[in-house]
């Protein structure tokens, strides 16, 4: 076996033995497990075989990056072809454009984009980069530019003659802002299920975030259930928030592009109260996150996902959350 191939049947085993876990003791009553190993794709919620683990078969289980692996994230649980396919074209993009167009819009350090300038009504097309001493560099060439245009351009550009400055045009980078909060979504959700296994995202509850993953244009989940930081960063990771009325699990992480930006995103544990625990952050949390939200973090060295007392603590304290 390859490192790719050992590191798949190392997760396998471990989210299966943890699946069938919590079904021997009675935590998963309603699932119905087929094999002797199963393993359920955490976004469809279809069961799989160790066989499928086997590459060469249509819907084989792969390594999902948690974020995508585009933005720093690494390869920490599994998902069937279908739903890492699927995400990745179609939300995923949307993200790591986004961060990227950013990047260039601030002149960050490494960024390196297309743009058109403009001076005294010459227009020209050229390229930016920007070094790692902040040093900003535009690449002009008679291949993208009429010779006479750009030699006009040029030569308008002088301190002599008072002009020194030239304006840069950004080019439009096409993204879908509905698609770019459902990628967050999904960043939150599989890092939930990263930490804490099958304990409670097969609760139905979790059925909009799924299905906002799986319809990443239809309108299920809430808008604006994340928020940019600033966030301490010992509160990376997905945590309980027990304030009333803001009962949730946040997960915090990270996404790095060319910079670094630290989201927190809203997962329910109530139902219906996904959107008014959503509003009711935006209503009464005033920028510091981290001051605010009473987090409840479970941080046990053993984890929650082989260890039965540990996941039964997690358990009981949900239903104490959703009793509130």
């Given amino acids: 076996m390859n490192q790719g191939q050992l590191l ?68 920490t649980i599994l998902t069937c072809k279908v739903c890492n396919n699927t995400a990745g074209q179609q939300i995923d993009v949307q993200l790591f454009n986004r961060m990227f167009d950013i990047d260039k819009r601030k002149f960050i350090p490494g960024s ?28 002009q060439s008679y291949k993208h530019n009429k010779n006479d245009k750009l030699d006009n351009f040029v030569s308008a550009i002088s301190p002599s003659k008072g002009n020194p400055l030239m304006n840069i045009e950004f080019y439009p980078t096409k993204f879908s802002f509905k698609r770019l909060e459902v990628a967050l979504l999904k960043s939150a959700y599989l890092q939930c299920f990263e930490k804490y296994g099958y304990a409670f995202i097969t609760d139905p509850i979790f059925d909009q975030v799924r299905g906002q993953i799986k319809n990443p244009d239809a309108d299920i989940y809430p808008t604006k259930a994340w928020f940019l930081g600033p966030f301490k960063e010992e509160n990376e990771g997905s945590h309980f928030v027990s304030n009333p009325a803001l009962e949730c699990v946040m997960s915090i992480f990270t996404l790095k592009s060319l910079s670094k930006r630290t989201f927190g995103v809203v997962l329910p544990i109530k139902d219906p109260e996904a959107i008014k625990v959503v509003a009711a952050f935006h209503a009464s949390i005033a920028l510091d996150l981290g001051q605010t939200a009473e987090f409840h973090r479970f941080d046990h060295p053993r984890g929650y996902i082989a260890n039965l007392e540990n996941i039964k603590e997690v358990l009981t304290f949900i239903e104490k959350l959703k009793a509130q």
């Fill in 112 to 139: 390196n984009f297309h743009a058109r300038f403009s001076q005294n009504g010459e227009t020209t097309q050229g390229e930016v980069t920007v070094h790692d001493d902040g040093t900003i560099k535009v690449k």
């Fill in 8 to 75: 798949r049947k190392k997760l396998f085993d471990r989210y299966s033995a943890n699946l069938h876990l919590l079904h021997d003791n009675g935590l998963l009553p309603h699932l119905y497990l087929p094999h002797k190993q199963t393993f359920i794709c955490p976004v469809c919620l279809n069961p799989f075989s160790v066989d499928d683990l086997d590459t060469t078969k249509e819907n084989h289980l792969t390594l999902e990056d948690v974020p995508p692996k585009s933005l720093g994230g690494k390869p």
